[in-house]
Structures are given as structure tokens and as C-alpha cells.
């Protein structure tokens, strides 16, 4: 680690970072269709069209997000046919997942809340947080 880095992470020791804006999350709403906040587009940097591969883990009720730049995408023939296009008004088709993993549309919204990421910023973690 640098030195100018080493003394910005002492200089912020104790410290913690408080969002600009609302806290990122995604919801899977009652049309199976994952919705992607202002605040969550920006923690991804992601604008329409652009493509995302998502992984869940049903134990801890968690969805990754991984971009493409990610090496797991290259690496993991199952990441690539996990891919998902962001439209225009950032939704993402989630009907296979709802149905794979029994989320019903009658008890839809489900949130997701962002938890963390990879350091490289190509991996990001949300938990579901809550149900209708």
C-alpha cells in the first residue's frame, strides 16, 4: 500500500461513509421483473442496454450482480448464460428466477439491499431484506 493511501486509511480510521442518497437496492416487483434504484445504478455504474450476470445463493437469500468485466464471466460458463439486459427504464426480466426459486408475484415487493462488494468493483451482494 502506498504511503498517501496508508495515511488517508489512518486519517479515516473509526470513520464511516454516509450515502449521498438513498440506500441501494433492487426490487423483484409482482410482473417477476428485477428494478434497479438510482443508487444502485450509480454503486454499478450502469446505463441501459448494458449486461449483467446475476447468481443466488438460496441459503443466506442473496443475489450477486456481476459485471462483465468481471474474470468470472470469462472463467464460468454458467455466468454467461446467467446474462440479463438492463432496458431503458432499468428492469431486468426476472420470471425464470421467480419461479426457480419460488418467489410468488401474490407477496411481490420483494427488496433486495445491497450488503457489499468486490474491491475490484465487478461483484456486488444484495440480501433480501424484506417481503410485502
Same mark, same amino acid.
Given at each position: 500500500m502506498?504511503?498517501?493511501?496508508? =495515511?488517508?486509511?489512518?486519517?479515516?480510521?473509526?470513520? *464511516?461513509f +454516509? !450515502?449521498?442518497?438513498?440506500? !441501494?437496492?433492487?426490487?423483484?416487483?409482482?410482473? %417477476?421483473?428485477?428494478?434497479?434504484?438510482?443508487?444502485? @445504478?450509480?454503486?454499478?455504474?450502469? /446505463?441501459?442496454?448494458? @449486461?449483467?450476470?446475476? =447468481?443466488?445463493?438460496?441459503? *443466506? %437469500?442473496?443475489?450477486?450482480? +456481476?459485471? !462483465?468485466?468481471?474474470?468470472?464471466?470469462?472463467?464460468d460458463?454458467?455466468?454467461?448464460?446467467a446474462?440479463?439486459? +438492463?432496458?431503458? @427504464?432499468?428492469?431486468? $426480466? =426476472?420470471? %425464470?428466477?421467480? /419461479?426457480?426459486?419460488?418467489?410468488?408475484? *401474490?407477496?411481490?415487493p420483494?427488496?433486495?439491499?445491497?450488503?457489499?462488494? $468486490?474491491?475490484?468493483g465487478n461483484?456486488?451482494?444484495? %440480501?433480501?431484506?424484506?417481503? /410485502?
Amino acid at each position: 500500500m502506498s504511503e498517501a493511501i496508508e =495515511a488517508a486509511t489512518d486519517l479515516l480510521s473509526g470513520f *464511516e461513509f +454516509v !450515502p449521498s442518497d438513498g440506500a !441501494p437496492f433492487i426490487t423483484l416487483d409482482k410482473q %417477476r421483473r428485477f428494478y434497479l434504484n438510482a443508487t444502485t @445504478r450509480k454503486l454499478l455504474d450502469i /446505463k441501459p442496454y448494458h @449486461r449483467l450476470s446475476i =447468481a443466488y445463493n438460496p441459503a *443466506e %437469500r442473496a443475489l450477486a450482480i +456481476v459485471k !462483465p468485466s468481471a474474470h468470472l464471466i470469462n472463467a464460468d460458463v454458467h455466468a454467461s448464460t446467467a446474462q440479463y439486459v +438492463v432496458d431503458k @427504464r432499468y428492469y431486468l $426480466s =426476472a420470471r %425464470r428466477f421467480a /419461479k426457480e426459486y419460488a418467489y410468488s408475484p *401474490e407477496n411481490a415487493p420483494y427488496e433486495f439491499a445491497y450488503d457489499r462488494g $468486490s474491491s475490484d468493483g465487478n461483484i456486488f451482494i444484495f %440480501r433480501l431484506a424484506s417481503t /410485502k
